[in-house]
């Protein structure tokens, strides 16, 4: 199976920050790597598609970046209502197999 | 608008049997390949299986394998998983998920909490 690790396991930060996620995949996926938010009670919600495609809806100040093992999720300019936990998720291979989540906090 | 909204989930015990259901709307349900995503408490994600748009194809997680069934009814619109000797471990919230061309889960329902426990 393809391990997914998320770094960091979680970050403080305060509205307007810029805040980096970072996912390393075990083995090259390509640009098969999603993202996804999740906020407490709710289900994930998809962000970001095949590295780097914005989801309709999702506010431009999502971005993500990437190739072969590594990735990044960046949000340029914190809001409230980005304080969650994200994850990325691989779908190159099977089984899907999902980073363990980066917790956004606020400072 | 779609929308995904799961049924079924209850307190068993360990042994025993659970059908979730995921009814589906907003979309073409019989043209997309369907997933179920479970989240143990306070946990990540754990994919769990999937199931092609036709129903021809099915794939499960090595944790699963052999006790769940996926299985889907186009004319209904729904999305089922069959679970079998339920073990502590299968607690979990379990949703169903939309496969999009990428491979993500671009539509998620609430989710239909399993309890397994004597």
């Known amino acids: 199976d393809i391990q997914m690790t998320q770094s960091p396991s979680s970050v403080s930060a305060s509205v307007g920050d810029r805040v980096t996620i970072t996912c390393r995949a075990s083995?090259?996926?390509?640009?098969?790597l999603h993202w996804y938010q999740q906020r407490p009670g709710q289900a994930p919600k998809l962000l970001i598609y095949?590295?780097?495609s914005l989801q309709s809806g999702v506010p431009s100040r999502f971005s993500g970046t990437g190739s072969g093992t590594d990735f990044t999720l960046t949000v340029s300019s914190l809001q409230p209502e980005d304080f969650a936990t994200y994850f990325c998720q691989q779908s190159q291979r099977a089984p899907l197999t999902f980073g363990g989540g980066t917790k956004v906090e606020i400072k | 608008e779609v929308q995904l909204l799961e049924s079924g989930g209850d307190l068993v015990q360990p042994g025993g049997s659970l059908r979730l259901s995921c009814a589906a709307s907003g979309f073409t349900f019989r043209n997309y390949d369907m997933r179920w995503v479970r989240q143990a408490p306070g946990m990540g994600l754990e994919w769990v299986s999937s199931i092609s748009y036709d129903g021809y194809d099915n794939y499960y997680a090595d944790s699963v394998k052999g006790r769940f069934t996926i299985s889907r009814d186009n004319s209904k619109n729904t999305l089922y998983l069959q679970m079998n000797s339920l073990r502590a471990e299968d607690t979990a919230l379990y949703y169903c998920?939309?496969?999009?061309?990428?491979?993500?889960?671009?539509?998620w329902g609430q989710g239909t909490l399993v309890t397994v426990s004597s």
């Open positions: 998920a939309t496969k999009g061309s990428s491979g993500e889960s671009f539509a």
């Open positions: 083995q090259s996926i390509s640009g098969h």
């Open positions: 095949a590295t780097s």
